[in-house]
């Protein structure tokens, strides 16, 4: 077994002198040269966590090999996707099968699959410590190789999907002290303009969700001067009333239609929450203790983009620790998704991840349309822990 430990710097250092692409053939090796490994795969988590794609390091050299997308309901993946704990099958002659969660700050890369000879708990210890460092690899190679986002994608990509694609933030979750929040985007047959977006800074955390009009590529190309028009100002430092006028004049100036959205700006140290809804559904939120998930009505400005004198109200919600704060797009529903009863379902996920929430609504949306959803459908869920506590563990 021993021999060869390189140890995390020496990973990382192994991972960083290797092409970006191989960054699994450099996991692989290490598990081959110190436990015996005898396979070792990457499995990708596609964009809405339906699907796995498989890449499986070569014995020697070479070029890893992919297979078909592996459906993920009902398999022992699914299981390791959602609880995030490590899985053992053993063969019962002391090695077998162990699948090991490969996530980065909550958000789910995939998962590292690897058939050992011997697999004893130090062995599966290290091997939980490889995925781990796995994910950080992965999310550093993918500036340099299109690889790994090719690798999440397990149907054709129109031209608007792509557009659509690189609007969206690299991770739809993220884990820290005073929240969690995850995300999910189901994309109609011809696109529909849904965006979310979330970004952190030293003392305030930044949401929106936005749904561009129309279909196809002329609304992911409205709904990139939408994200374009929010993260210019964001980035310079406006809040959510600046940002919100900054989009209104760039669909005024450049765009052809109208967008809606909401914008939020939640303040870490209080839970204080600024936020502007520009002609977009409701949000739900379910408070700690509750019995049931409220519509949070908020007062409605017009759509980005209306051509009338309008303007926009910067409005308050006081977030408190438990609440689960869910925002979400029309497409959610309206038409075949109206059949979803997505308070009730809020409700009976309120003790899963926000990650594993946000998959439970958009399948039933996605399994009350048969597939074919008419427009895109888009949820955001935000658990507020409270200023600097912990999240509490979640099954």
Known sequence: MGGGDLGLGGLLAAAEAAPPGESVGVIARDLRERFGAMRVSFLFADLVG??????????????????????????????????????????????????????????????????????????????????????????????????????????????????????????????????????????????????????????????????????????????????????????????????????????????????????????????????????????LRLREGAAAAEEVKLAVNLPFGVAAPTSYRLQELQLWPGDRLVLLTDGMQERGAAAVDLASLVRDTRDAHPREAVRALTTAVLDACQGNLKDDATVLILDWHGPRSRPSPRR
Do not use: K
């Open 50 to 283: 339906q699907r796995l794609l498989r890449l499986t390091a070569p014995a020697e050299g070479g070029g890893a090999d992919t297979t078909e997308p592996i459906d993920v309901r009902g398999s022992v993946y699914d299981t390791v996707l959602r609880t995030q704990r490590q899985h053992v099958e053993p063969d019962g002659r002391g090695g077998g099968r162990v699948i090991s969660p490969v996530t980065n700050r909550g958000d789910c890369i995939g998962l590292l699959e690897v058939t050992l000879e011997h697999a004893d708990d130090t062995v599966l210890r290290h091997i939980g410590d490889a995925a781990h460092v796995l994910a950080y690899i992965i999310v550093t190679d993918s500036r340099f190789t299109d690889l790994y986002h090719a690798g999440r994608r397990t149907t054709r990509t129109s031209l608007a999907a792509e557009i659509q694609h690189q609007l969206l933030p690299s991770a739809s979750c993220c884990e820290a002290p005073q929240f969690t929040l995850a995300a999910g985007l189901v994309p109609a047959d011809d696109i529909g303009g849904d965006t979310y977006d979330y970004t952190l800074d030293q003392d305030t955390l930044h949401l929106s969700i936005t749904d561009a009009m129309g279909h196809d590529t002329d609304s992911a190309l409205l709904a990139t001067l939408v994200m374009g028009a929010l993260r210019g100002a964001r980035r310079s430092g406006c809040d959510a009333l600046q940002q919100a006028h900054r989009a209104h004049q760039a669909l005024l100036a450049h765009g052809r239609g109208l967008a809606t959205g909401q914008l939020l700006c939640v303040r870490l140290e209080t839970g204080t929450c600024e936020l502007v809804n520009a002609g977009h559904p409701w949000p």
